[in-house]
């Protein structure tokens, strides 16, 4: 079956712009999270959605933002980018619970000049 | 209390030896502890997981120790090969019976290097 989908993988705005991501989990996951990957803070979890509702959000400005569609889709918003937005954007996919496993996509690669 | 502490940052083994991770947690409400590996643009896929009602799991090459009472837990990578060449990250989650949430703790990654 066709795994995590992320589009755009690369992306290239300036500071201030606002950038919307995508992310398509795998068919049948319910569960989407978004993390962050830097060189110098590593994987940070962003959010995540089940079921249309934001279950979780980890310690990111409001400037972050993120939804859920009722087909499972969901999409990550970051306004007002600054230098420092710039990293791969993850999303990974689960079936329901914390202990199922979490797919994850290719990644959105953000510079933010 | 959030974080997942990893060890070595960086690891050179030769082909068929033995690599090994570590990793160390403070949350003692952390009840899941997965494996990710990552190659070069490519998202972190799960290697092997662990729940800490057992000590270890081994998956082929593969195995997570676990010391529930020290808070640790390790990564061995048997007969080590040239493709297991990656960046590997330990993580910690809280999974509940209900409100369960996905949210992983990821240490700060291993790059690991299997010479030839």
């Known amino acids: 079956k066709a795994g995590v989908t992320q589009t755009p993988r690369y992306l290239i705005k300036t500071r201030g712009q606002q950038v919307t991501l995508s992310c398509s989990p795998i068919?049948?996951?319910?569960?989407v999270s978004w993390y962050q990957q830097t060189p110098g803070q590593g994987l940070q979890f962003l959010f995540e959605y089940f079921s249309e509702t934001q279950r979780n959000k980890g310690n990111f400005p409001g400037r972050f933002s993120g939804r859920q569609f009722s087909n499972s889709r969901s999409e990550m918003n970051v306004s007002t980018l600054e230098l420092g937005d710039s990293a791969l954007y993850l999303c990974a996919s689960s079936l329901m619970a914390a202990t199922d496993t979490q797919y994850f996509g290719p990644g959105t690669r953000l510079t933010v000049l | 209390q959030q974080q997942v502490k990893q060890s070595p940052q960086s690891l050179i083994v030769q082909k068929g030896g033995i690599s090994i991770i570590n990793c160390a947690y403070e949350n003692t409400a952390f009840d899941y502890f997965p494996w990710y590996q990552q190659f070069p643009g490519k998202g972190p896929a799960l290697l092997i997981a662990i729940r800490p009602d057992v000590s270890e799991k081994k998956e082929g090459r593969f195995t997570i120790s676990f010391n529930k009472s020290a808070k640790q837990f390790s990564l061995h990578i048997m007969d080590s090969q040239p493709g297991d060449s990656a960046t590997y990250f330990c993580?910690?989650?809280?999974?509940?019976?209900?409100?369960?949430?996905?949210?992983?703790?990821f240490g700060t990654g291993t790059l690991l290097a299997v010479q030839p």
């Open positions: 068919s049948g996951h319910r569960s």
């Open positions: 993580a910690a989650s809280i999974g509940q019976e209900s409100g369960a949430t996905n949210k992983l703790i």
